[in-house]
């Protein structure tokens, strides 16, 4: 199953395949960076992703050379009159954030195939997916100080809960490109692959992902994201929780039977 292209050109390509929700961003004259209409396009399908059974994993990645640039700020619509307190607040909050966000509560697990250069917002992009694959040619660039800016789209949210905020101030103080290979020994991402293989690696993950127990997947998604912002009992309670939910549904039933009768599981994603 296909989508129709997104805007001009079909800056934001999508299918389905085999119960995997491919998201592409197609502007790879322009390294990929992010336009208003791509944004929105992206946070509708990651939503559409969530509501869907049919759709059981999704993969973020891009075409050319760049994974994403970060944010096409030509490309923004154009403010009116001139700018009073509050307005980039706002900005930031209605778009950066909405995206990361969108990637972060999606209820399917989200496997990003980065490409290329990942820069600003493009970096916050892939690192607020749940797997990051990357090819041998990535680069990850916290490049707002290279601009005199501070991080926005919960980059300093997210660095420090992946790899500790020395770490974190260190890329974001000095803007420094990380190849693939340093962000993988960092961790920042789970595996490095030649190019050609990123697609089939992407592939291969998502498919197993797609065959598992989706409603145990977005629990446990929701989980450990949650326990990065809250205390042990906290925690605790939102497992027992989780698991309880979990236990109603089709799948933890047949995982049980399965193990009962010895024979591997057939998952649903129900």
């Known amino acids: 199953m296909t989508s129709a292209p997104h805007g001009p050109a079909g800056e934001v390509l999508h299918r389905i395949e ?84 969108a990637v972060l509560d999606c209820e399917k697990p989200v496997i990003a195939a980065v490409n290329g250069t990942a820069a600003g917002i493009g970096a916050h992009l892939a690192l607020a997916c749940d797997l990051v694959i990357a090819a041998e040619s990535a680069r990850f660039i916290e490049v707002f100080v290279r601009r005199g800016l501070v991080p926005d789209g919960g980059g300093a949210y997210l660095l420090p809960r992946l790899i500790g905020p020395q770490k974190a101030k260190e890329l974001m103080f000095f803007g420094d490109a990380v190849p693939a290979a340093e962000a993988a020994r960092l961790g920042l991402v789970n595996r490095v692959v030649r190019g050609e293989e990123l697609e089939a690696t992407a592939r291969a993950w998502a498919e197993r992902l797609a065959q598992g127990p989706t409603r ?5 998604k929701q989980l450990v994201n949650a326990s990065l912002d809250s205390g042990r009992a906290a925690a605790l309670a939102a497992e027992a929780t989780a698991q309880e939910i979990n236990m109603t549904t089709a799948d933890a039933n047949e995982g049980v039977a399965s193990f009962v009768e010895r024979r591997p599981p057939k998952y649903l994603g129900r």
């Not at 145990?216 to 446990?220: G, N, Q, R, W, Y």
């Open 18 to 101: 085999d119960g995997v929700s491919w998201i592409t961003l197609n502007r790879p004259e322009a390294m990929n960076a992010v336009t208003w209409d791509q944004r929105e396009r992206v946070i509708a399908l990651l939503g559409e992703a969530s509501a869907d059974p049919a759709v059981r994993a999704v993969v973020v990645t891009a075409t050319g050379k760049g994974f994403c640039a970060g944010a096409d700020l030509r490309a923004a619509p154009a403010a009116p009159g001139e700018r009073i307190a509050g307005d980039v607040a706002r900005m930031i909050r209605l778009g950066a954030q909405r995206l990361i966000t």
């Open 216 to 220: 145990a997947l977005a629990l446990t």
